[in-house]
């Protein structure tokens, strides 16, 4: 491959970065959860989250990390589980009917990204996009056909960006 010293560094870090004989799964899990994976039943006793072990050792540090990695996943997947899980349950009483439009493409080498416009219509005020939580960059978003409302087509997404200037062009919209 003929690159340039900095993308040979880039390219080495994600070859090598995977041990290619472990045992660990948590290591091959994507860092994006799939569809399948937000659609999990909810459950005190949850056989994909591992129990805490407070008192002692871990038997491993491999055994360690993977714990903490399941914590750390279930805990930032949990409320949009939920959400979803809500929607799925009692569809009628689903606030969360909201338009939603692709509006261009964007292909990179990260990947495929698409701009969305939503409808704020439901928000029933006016939202000042420079002090919201809102659609926040790396925020994760659960997207279904207002017809299926999560009963079997999900698809989960990423807020890549979050461009004030157009956010503030369409405060109608």
């Known amino acids: 491959m003929n690159c340039l010293p900095h993308e040979a560094i880039i ?69 949009l589980r939920r959400a979803i899980s809500l929607v799925r349950e009692q569809p009628h009483l689903s606030e969360l009917e909201h338009r939603a439009f692709a509006t261009g493409i964007t292909l990179c080498t990260r990947g495929l990204g698409i701009r969305m416009c939503f409808s704020i219509f439901r928000a029933g ?23 299926d409302k999560f009963q079997k087509q999900t698809t989960i997404a990423v807020v890549g960006a979050r461009p004030m200037e157009l956010l503030n062009e369409s405060t109608s919209e």
Request: glycine share 2%; net charge negative.
């Open 11 to 79: 390219h080495s870090y994600y070859r090598d970065a995977v041990p290619k004989n472990t045992d660990d799964e948590w290591i091959f899990h994507p860092e994006v959860p799939d569809a399948q994976e937000m659609s999990r039943t909810l459950m005190s006793d949850d056989p994909c989250v591992p129990e805490n072990q407070i008192n002692g050792n871990w038997s491993s540090r491999e055994e360690h990390l993977a714990a903490q990695y399941s914590f750390l996943r279930e805990e930032s997947t949990f409320a």
């Open 125 to 147: 005020v006016t939202i000042d996009w420079n002090t919201s939580k809102r659609l926040k960059a790396g925020s994760l978003l659960a997207l279904s056909p207002t017809s």
